[in-house]
């Protein structure tokens, strides 16, 4: 055996390449399970602004203009006439845990016509009985995820109904 070794038997030796081969497999591993629970909380939110799109609308349909005008002094308040502002409170009341409030927006419009476009009674206002409502919440996913520049996703969801009180 040799004391000494050559600088081409340096080059033709092994040792030591299973411990990088390991370290680019656990990056690669790791980097993915990471890229699988982003998507998975992108799902969880646009599953969210779906829901609370529907929540909101139906929130808004059953506190029309003929509760008599009394505001809404909490999201679970019942006998209240609901405003844009008590639709987005009500909307960030629902955030679920790992969503963040201050990255949704609800807007509320009352269009005053009814579900198959045709002009309703607006008597006692926009949020008349048989007028739509229409509400539309939008959620800016932050989209972290290592080895790729950060974005943002804009999730959004709408739904309308009836007012029926």
Same mark, same amino acid.
């Given at each position: 055996?040799?004391?000494? @070794? ?22 690669? +591993? ?13 799902? #969880?939110?646009?599953?969210? %602004?779906?829901?609370?799109? @529907?929540?909101? !609308?139906? #929130? ?5 203009? $003929?509760?008599?005008?009394?505001? &809404? ?6 006998? &209240? %006439?609901? !405003?844009?502002?008590? +639709? ?17 927006? +609800? *807007? =509320? $419009?009352?269009?005053? $016509?009814?579900?198959?476009?045709? $002009? &309703? /009674? *607006? ?7 048989? &007028?739509? +409502? ?29 007012? =029926? /009180?």
């Amino acid at each position: 055996m040799r004391a000494y @070794r050559t600088f081409r038997d340096r080059l033709e030796d092994r040792e030591g390449s299973t411990l990088v081969e390991f370290a680019l497999s656990v990056s690669i +591993v790791i980097a993915l399970l990471f890229w699988i629970f982003y998507a998975s909380m992108a799902l #969880y939110a646009d599953h969210f %602004t779906e829901n609370a799109a @529907r929540a909101a !609308t139906r #929130y808004a349909m059953v506190r029309g203009s $003929t509760w008599g005008g009394a505001t &809404c002094s909490s999201p679970s308040s019942l006998e &209240c %006439t609901a !405003t844009d502002t008590d +639709v987005s409170n009500y909307v960030k009341a629902l955030v679920s845990p790992g969503l963040d409030s201050s990255a949704l927006s +609800v *807007t =509320t $419009t009352w269009p005053g $016509t009814t579900p198959s476009g045709a $002009t &309703c /009674e *607006t008597s006692e206002g926009n949020n008349s009985p048989y &007028c739509s +409502v229409m509400v539309q919440v939008t959620y800016n996913f932050d989209l972290t995820v290592p080895f790729l520049p950060h974005q943002q996703i804009g999730l959004s969801s709408a739904a309308s109904a009836p007012i =029926t /009180e």
